[in-house]
């Protein structure tokens, strides 16, 4: 099969990029979980509970969703997923930093991770594959 230029077919996948999509589509598995555990969970609590329960569990499914898109634009090197991939993560990073300042080592572990991420995403190599 021939491949026009830019296309991953004649570009060699970073492993890290391997590992990202691995993690990112895991990520989003997890959040679309949340989602729907947040739905039934709260639905116990009679109809208030129903109501947030419904918009909190609509949220988390709907970002799970874009964040499995997102993790296939980074697997086939799409420079728009990339981009969305950076943006969601410099905003991941501000609950963290919240997070840090209260000394929540939750938070601490995940702003470590953010900014390992925005790091990688921004190598030569890296950014290269997504053109």
Known sequence: MT???G??????RP???KILTALYALSALLTILGGVLAFGLLSLLGPLGTAIGAVVGA??????AVQLIIAWGLWKGRRWARILAIILTVLGLIP???GSIAL???SMVGLLINIVILWYLFQPGVRAFYV
């Not at 296309?7 to 060699?12: A, E, I, K, S």
């Not at 949220?59 to 799970?64: N, W």
């Open 3 to 5: 491949a026009s230029p």
């Open 104 to 106: 929540n080592p939750l």
């Open 7 to 12: 296309t991953t077919l004649d570009r060699v």
């Open 59 to 64: 949220f988390l499914v709907a970002l799970g």
């Open 15 to 17: 492993r890290g990029v």
């Open 96 to 98: 963290d930093i919240i």
